[in-house]
């Protein structure tokens, strides 16, 4: 009826609170039950309850939405460089496995949705700036990453004078790719050199097709160019191949700036790192009005057609939620937020999700006119990410000491403590984990014991985590290092006297990034063990 009712009628939500719901439309109950409009399809998002992907429902209008907020992208880009349609994008994207509801409703991610959507065969057709790709729909939708990253690849290459920018969704992927390019460089530019499409790599008869399309024929000028600039050992292998690009378009907020060294590396420190939008499988939230600036200035500024938007104040040290008289939180509206101040992101979507938590953390960084910009601050509680993998504390504690009850416990050892750190500096990226084990030197004797335990760590995390592991090869196998014993009392005493924790409330951080305690640890490891084989995942 109105605002006031609206907020005092309905509660603020999580997943948890939902998936009742959800799991009956899921199993085929079409009545009205979160939306009017009948729920066309789940979004897998990589966000995860007890384990599994969450589904968030979707209706069909909202890909008109998403195709909104796409068609600002270009717009916002061309106020600050001039003629990109004149151009084209050379963008390495992928679908993912689906899987369908038991009622036969679709559940895929979000992109993989919106690839196959009717909308994106459009913007196509009609050469929208935005999809004016160098991959022809047909790559973009092969299932088998290994063609689709080498046929996008391909036709990049051969359209190269034609690129003015290049990017993936996030800087994981893209950085996936141009790792591949650099292992795969000898059969791409043999491919190059004869006008063909090597046979044993893609096989796809779609594919290889849409690729010779693209293919004008043999072009052994352009292979002479690319095998003597893929032999030189050196950075920015993007501007030197694709000389006319602008600027790379990854997202590298968030989890993901742990990749900005590794794009620099290729991007040779000249081509500005362009984060454009902010989006979920919720819904899409906003766009980057200020496309040039620095990674650690990005604001998104929040579209507020795309759902009713609601901050709950974080404090993130102390929570303090405000909650009114009936004892509801207190949630403030986006024309309300503060500068500087911190919010829990919260929605209302015209797909059925009322007073949501989407659970990410964002900063009021400033304001276009009246409207707030908020700078991405964490997902709350996720302690590692490599890829779309995110896995919170939780997980990753149930995870780690079903492992060491599993195999440490039959040998007479025990875990004194553990903490974890997502090492990023070879492709794909891993898990790594710090143990110290009571009884470690029995441990040493059975070495295949602590292999076993990465395994087991793998297979107690979440299906989102396994997927990466499994079908995308997204993430390398999990790592532990042992490290001696005294190892986390030194970084206990460490913490108290160099950094002032009170002793009383020092609680081991259970994931550590670069610096002085990365360097405590690492200097104490007495081995290091893999784990050997890939945990079980199904779609
Ligand atoms: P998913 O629902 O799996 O698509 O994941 C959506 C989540 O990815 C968001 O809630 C954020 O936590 C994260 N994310 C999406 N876009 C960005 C961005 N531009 N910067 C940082 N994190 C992002």
Redesign the pocket.
Same mark, same amino acid.
């Given at each position: 009826v109105d605002k006031a009712s609206f907020k005092k009628l309905i509660p603020v939500v999580t997943y948890e609170d939902v998936k009742p719901d959800i799991d009956r439309i899921a199993s085929g109950d079409t009545s009205p039950i979160l939306c009017s409009q009948p729920i066309s399809e789940f979004?897998?998002? %990589?966000?995860t309850s007890a384990g599994e992907?969450?589904l968030?429902p979707t209706i069909d209008e909202e890909l008109d939405r998403k195709s909104h907020l796409y068609s600002l992208i270009m717009p916002v880009m061309n106020q600050f460089l001039p003629n990109l349609q004149n151009g084209k994008g050379m963008y390495f994207l992928f679908v993912k496995s689906e899987s369908k509801t038991p009622s036969g409703l679709p559940a895929r991610? #979000? /992109?993989t949705s919106y690839y196959k959507s009717r909308h994106f065969a459009r913007a196509r057709a009609a050469n929208d700036p935005y999809t004016n790709y160098t991959s022809p729909t047909e790559t973009i939708l092969c299932n088998d990453t290994h063609q689709s990253m080498y046929s996008q690849l391909l036709c990049g290459l051969v359209l190269r004078h034609e690129v003015l920018r290049v990017g993936a969704v +996030?800087a994981s992927g893209f950085i996936r790719a141009i790792k591949f390019f650099e292992n795969n460089w000898t059969s791409l530019c043999k491919d190059v050199r004869n006008g063909t499409v090597d046979h044993r790599i893609v096989t796809d008869p779609v594919v290889r097709l849409a690729v010779s399309r693209v293919l004008v024929g043999p072009n052994p000028g352009l292979a002479d160019f690319l095998e003597r600039e893929c032999r030189r050992d050196d950075t920015g292998i993007i501007p030197r191949v694709w000389s006319n690009c602008k600027y790379i378009d990854v997202? #590298?907020?968030?989890?993901?700036s742990q990749y900005i060294p590794a794009i620099d590396h290729y991007g040779g420190g000249s081509l500005p790192l362009v984060?454009?939008? !902010?989006? %979920? $499988?919720?819904c899409y +939230?906003g766009l980057?009005l200020n496309p040039l600036c620095n990674p650690d200035e #990005?604001l !998104?500024t929040l579209v507020p057609t795309m759902a009713y938007f609601e901050f709950l104040p974080v404090d993130r040290f102390v929570e303090k939620a405000d909650h009114d008289d009936d004892g509801e939180i207190k949630l403030v509206d986006l024309v309300d937020v503060k500068l500087g101040q911190e919010y829990e /992101?919260v929605v209302t979507t015209y797909a059925g999700l009322y007073r949501y938590r989407?659970?990410?953390v964002l900063r009021v960084g400033g304001f276009k006119n009246k409207a707030p910009q908020f700078t +991405?601050v964490c997902?709350k509680n996720?302690v590692l990410s490599i890829d $779309?993998d995110?896995t919170d504390e939780v997980e990753l504690q149930t995870a780690v000491t079903r492992a060491a009850v599993q195999h440490l416990a039959p040998l007479g050892a025990s875990l004194v403590e553990y903490t974890s750190y997502a090492e990023t500096s070879n492709v794909p990226g891993h898990y790594v984990l710090f143990w110290e084990i009571d009884n470690g030197v029995m441990i040493e004797r059975s070495s295949s014991t602590v292999s076993e335990s990465c395994l087991a760590v793998e297979e107690g995390l979440n299906s #989102?985590y396994r997927q990466g592991r499994v079908w995308d090869s997204s993430i390398g196998p999990l790592e532990i290092r042992v490290v001696e014993s005294g190892t986390f009392d030194a970084i206990m005493d460490h913490a108290v006297t160099e950094l002032g924790a009170s002793i009383n409330q020092y609680k081991t951080p259970r994931c550590v990034k670069r610096g002085p305690i990365f360097e405590m640890l690492n200097s104490r490891v007495v081995s290091s063990h893999f784990s050997p084989r890939l945990p079980k995942w199904a779609p």
């Open positions: 979004l897998t998002s %990589s966000g992907r969450k968030m991610p #979000v /992109l +996030f997202i #590298v907020t968030g989890a993901m984060c454009s939008m !902010y989006a %979920s $499988s919720e +939230f980057n #990005v !998104y /992101l989407v659970g990410d +991405f997902r996720v $779309s995110k #989102v």
